[in-house]
């Protein structure tokens, strides 16, 4: 029960974020993006009770993607974190190689200007990134989130 409300008010506060940015970033040029993270999204899925949120932007006219991740749990992720990445390009469920490597604490906020290849802004719009936070007791990845367009 401490999950669904965990997860219900999860969506309700990035619901809200993204309603509140939209006067600000509704410029010209400048795309939102959201994702959750959980271990129901590994590959294979996974029972960790860490779950996180993202928000990020991408400036057509500037080429700068902006992100912030942040993920909780009790307990914290297992053996700590070891690793974190946004990856591609690929559906739901299905594994790909590191696009961007994000570093390591939380939350994870920056700015790159001009990501360098392999990043494609046509992969980002269509949905096909994720963002994978790896961890000692799994390093292969502990929690994963869809990165997904705010229309």
Partial sequence: MKTQT??????????????MATPVLSRAGVKNFMTVINGAQETPPNGSAVTGNGILTYDTAT?????????????????????????????????????????????????IVNPAPPFNRADLFKGQYYVNIHSGGSPAGEIRGQIFRIK
């Fill in 6 to 19: 965990f997860k219900g008010s999860l969506i309700a506060v990035l619901a809200s974020m993204a309603i």
């Fill in 63 to 111: 080429k700068t993607l902006c992100y912030n991740f942040s993920f909780d749990g009790a307990p914290p992720l297992a053996g700590g974190e070891i690793l974190a990445h946004i990856h591609g390009p690929a559906a739901p469920g299905v594994p790909a190689g590191i696009i961007l490597p994000l570093p390591l604490g939380n939350p994870k906020t920056a700015c």
